[in-house]
DNA sequence: CGTTGGGTTGATCGACCTCAATAAAAGTGG
DNA sequence: CCACTTTTATTGAGGTCGATCAACCCAACG
């Protein structure tokens, strides 16, 4: 379960908010990909200010759903999975965070679900009441925050598409196709894409069992379409995938 | 399929954006629910000027997935569906538009969905581009548009665990007791509950067929939780209700 | 008064779940 | 570095929930 981030972020990665000012920001990889692409140099000194770095340990927690909200994140490195549970175990898992997503675009009091990290990660943190403040004072940051949950809202419905009306096989396929895209943003190949979560949790996320997601994965590898390898898939035949994603 | 509006919105609808100004308005029953509710007096006035009245039959269209959104809407009267189709004709509604909802909340290019008329029904249409312009230089105003579509964000994730983790009963018993929520915002009686929409619908918006949907109706009702009435329910036993709908 | 769209009900089928066994990795502590 | 445990992944056999297929009812409506 090592450390996939790095395998996609080829030199060592320089934080964001480290110590000193906006240096930092600057040098930050994922900058142009975040809320934080959208400010004037002088803004982001200002957010940097108000940053703390996070570093968590695979499985460590970010934040729990329904506790109060005291802060929002930025993702630098390593992924996370987000998760509503219901009271007798069975979980959603309603997303997974990477490098450059906004944890906490909603600014409400209570957080809609829980966090915690796939893999070691790094995040920028904010004080929720200061970064909304900061926003508040700044249009076109909230303009942007804006288009970014309204991205999420989208992708939102596109996987209630998914659960609601695709089989297990097109579930999986969807899956991947959607993790290449995502990956794709970050790094430049996008054959060989990291699967940082484990198969329940990939279930969790499609409404399946991991039975069935292992099934559909070892069905898609010996028609050749993928081949599985430590910690993600190589896409061996992506039109073939996309055939079977896009119905 | 008549007007459930009305009968669950006692005196006559007076319209938002009719002919003269903000007295409309003012008198807009939806007002304070609505995006609307966040303007200043003045904006208000300036807001009217840039909207025109629409006025739908049930089953026309308000507009088109993956067209130019050359609108946004505040529905005042009557409800809609909102909903995406695969190529190979399923289909997946991603929400229910009912009075004082917005639509076009991301401001995006393209629509993100289809959406059609279930009963008459009246709203507020505005330019997308003049609407937008409105509330880039009112930073409050961006500010209630952001939260509006947290909210609808939220919603689509509590919706994405109904789809994944839920059982076809616990999805029908989650589906009534959120029409509940919604309509008890807009009247004040809650147990019986308007159903403009068809089974078919219901089925579409909970991932189920209209047949299941049929049958965990029927079920409820043999149960004694509810009591089938034409175009609603009446919700007998809502404890009941809320127990198999909570987990 | 036939037609049509929506709703209900029953019988059967199958996609996915459940349960179980095994294998393969990844820790963990000596 | 090696036992040992724990976690994760795979595979199979069998069961079930919801889908499919089909019949029928009913109200609306031209």
Redesign the pocket.
């Known amino acids: 379960?090592?450390s996939h981030s790095e395998a996609h972020s080829a030199p060592p990665l320089t934080l964001c908010p480290n110590a000193k000012a906006a240096v930092h920001c600057e040098q930050c990889r994922v900058r142009s990909l975040s809320l934080c692409g959208a400010l004037e140099p002088d803004e982001l000194v200002e957010l940097d200010r108000l940053s703390r770095p996070l570093t968590l340990s695979?499985?460590e927690t970010m934040f729990e759903q329904d506790e109060l909200a005291h802060s929002v994140f930025n993702v630098t490195a390593g992924s996370a999975r987000l998760y509503r549970l219901l009271p007798d175990g069975r979980r959603q898992i309603v997303g997974f965070a990477l490098p450059g997503d906004f944890l906490g675009l909603s600014l409400t009091e209570r957080n809609a679900f829980s966090a915690d990290a796939l893999t070691p990660l790094t995040a920028c943190q904010f004080s929720r009441q200061a970064f909304s403040d900061f926003v508040d004072a700044k249009p076109h940051v909230l303009r942007k925050l804006h288009q970014l949950a309204s991205h999420e809202l989208s992708m939102a419905q596109e996987q209630m598409v998914i659960l609601g009306r695709?089989?297990?096989?097109?579930?999986v396929a969807a899956f991947l196709i959607g993790m290449r895209l995502r990956w794709a943003r970050l790094s430049q190949q996008s054959v060989t894409i990291p699967?940082p979560?484990?198969?329940?949790?990939?279930?969790d996320f499609l409404?399946?069992?991991?039975?069935?997601?292992?099934?559909?994965?070892?069905r898609l590898?010996?028609e050749k379409a993928i081949l599985?390898v430590?910690?993600g898939v190589r896409l061996l035949d992506v039109k073939r995938i996309e055939s079977i994603a896009e119905s």
Do not use: C, F, H, N
Request: glycine share 6%.
């Open positions: 379960m090592a695979a499985r695709r089989t297990a096989e097109e579930k699967l979560m484990t198969r329940q949790d990939i279930g409404g399946l069992t991991v039975e069935t997601v292992s099934r559909m994965l070892t590898a010996r599985i430590p910690d």
